[in-house]
Each structure stands twice: as structure tokens, then as C-alpha cells.
């Protein structure tokens, strides 16, 4: 899995409603060969989707493979294993995620928040403050 741009590029849409997409995260995404771009707007969305749907919570870290590997397609994913973090605390979380074939449009997106998991966890699952 490539993250090393998530944090560039997620960090324009959190403030944004999910249906919307900043300029700036549009024109990083079309620099990405797909199957980044897929990633990151995949991961975008979680975060987009997470913060917009619950007030309890304001997602800025996605780890889509956190406790499985992802399951990649030509144009979804979907991490059964993945965790978020939000407000200095790591959840598990479960999402699937439907792109458009140029992977800019999310066509369909689920998930389910999990438990919270403990600080002592966080190392094994390569989860970071």
C-alpha cells in the first residue's frame, strides 16, 4: 500500500462535505498512477465520510491495512482490517469503496466503526499518535 502522500492530500478534504472535492486534492490525485490515486481517494472518502456523518468524531488518519490486507480491484477496495484515528485515538473500521474507472468520483462507499483500540495495540498495528 502506498501512503505516503495521505497525509498531503487527505488533509484538504476533511473540512469539505463528502460530496465534495477540493481543487488542490483534485489536481494531487490526477499526478498519481491509479492504483495510488485509487488508495487516496478511497482514503479520502473515509475520512471525508467518518467526520461529516458523526459529530463524536473528526477523523485525520486512515490505515487501511491496519489488521488485514486490503483487497484491491480495478476500480474498489475493500479493507475488512483497516483502522482510523480520530482526536489523538485509533478505531477499527471496515469499508468498501467504488470508484469511477479515472478513480476522481467515488460511486459507492460503506463502512462500519469498530471498538476503539488500546494505546498498548498501537505499535503492532503500526498506528502512530
Request: hydrophobic content about 40%; aromatic content about 10%.
Amino acid at each position: 500500500m502506498r501512503t505516503f502522500c495521505l497525509a498531503a492530500l487527505v488533509g484538504l478534504t476533511v473540512a469539505s462535505p463528502a460530496s465534495a472535492m477540493d481543487g488542490a486534492l483534485r489536481a494531487g490525485l490526477l499526478k498519481l498512477d491509479p492504483e495510488t490515486r485509487l488508495e487516496q481517494r478511497c482514503d479520502a472518502e473515509v475520512l471525508d465520510r467518518i467526520t461529516h456523518d458523526d459529530p463524536h468524531y473528526k477523523a485525520d488518519r486512515v490505515v487501511a491495512y491496519a489488521f488485514a490486507t486490503p483487497e484491491m480491484h480495478q476500480d474498489s477496495i475493500r479493507s475488512p482490517g483497516a483502522a482510523f484515528r480520530s482526536k489523538g485515538e485509533w478505531y477499527r473500521l471496515k469499508f468498501k469503496c467504488l470508484t469511477a474507472p479515472d478513480h476522481m468520483k467515488v460511486l459507492d462507499f460503506r463502512y462500519r466503526i469498530g471498538a476503539q483500540i488500546p494505546k498498548d495495540d498501537w505499535s503492532k498495528y503500526n498506528l502512530y499518535d
